[in-house]
């Protein structure tokens, strides 16, 4: 699959760590957004981005941080603050805004050791 | 802020019948309603979706209805098949808010 790329697949933290989760997308999409995904819900936003260098919190930002220095990319750095990070992260990246179609990467499931 | 409610939480239908999922939301305001589907472990992907001026969209076997009086849309897929197996998401949107709101998810399991 092309368009959106995440990485790694799975992701392993360790009690007190940090860890980056990448997005990069080759479609030439304004927007991107990262969303969380846990089993028997619906998918929840953690931050959005509708051009570079300006992002947004979404409903759950806490305990996440995110930068757009390129268009292409979008990382997700999940922090020891977040205490329950368990959970399917989805990246995705639209034309312009929410209101257009939802490119979606294929995930990172990060799981604390 | 919206709300998105999702039903039925699984759904299980025979090869052929016809399936369908319900969303209800509680800002009268959104104005967008998207249906994803997630295969196992695949992305989600958008199958369709319809605009708060139109009332009814169809696409080949898959068709959602709106209702804006009672805040509420559905996802109607005929003749049913394996593949149609997955789980899926609606969602609504006012454009104002820059939030797109999901719904729970529907696990449809298509027996052959």
């Known amino acids: 699959d092309g368009g959106i790329t995440q990485s790694p697949k799975y992701l392993f933290r360790k009690e007190g760590q940090n860890v980056t989760l990448s997005c990069e997308q080759n479609?030439?999409?304004?927007?991107m957004y990262w969303y969380r995904q846990d089993p028997g819900q619906g998918l929840r936003l953690i931050y959005y981005?509708?051009?570079?260098?300006?992002?947004q919190k979404g409903d759950i930002a806490e305990g996440y941080s995110v930068s757009r220095e390129k268009k292409e990319s979008f990382p997700l750095t999940v922090t020891s603050a977040q205490k329950n990070p368990t959970a399917f992260y989805l990246c995705a990246s639209s034309i312009q805004g929410f209101n257009e179609k939802l490119f979606f990467g294929s995930g990172t499931q990060l799981s604390v050791l | 802020g919206e709300n998105v409610e999702q039903h039925p939480s699984t759904l299980s239908v025979q090869e052929g019948d016809s399936a369908v999922i319900k969303c209800t939301y509680s800002d009268s305001a959104s104005n967008y309603f998207p249906w994803y589907k997630q295969e196992l472990g695949k992305r989600p992907q958008l199958i369709i979706d319809i605009r708060s001026n139109v009332g009814e969209k169809k696409d080949q076997r898959i068709a959602v209805t709106l209702n804006k009086t009672a805040k509420h849309f559905s996802l109607h897929i005929t003749e049913t098949q394996p593949e149609d197996s997955a789980v899926y998401f609606c969602?609504?949107?006012?454009?104002?808010?820059?939030?797109?709101?999901f719904g729970s998810g529907t696990r449809l399991l298509v027996r052959p």
């Open positions: 479609l030439n999409h304004d927007a």
């Open positions: 969602a609504a949107l006012k454009d104002s808010s820059y939030k797109l709101i």
């Open positions: 981005s509708q051009i570079v260098n300006d992002f």
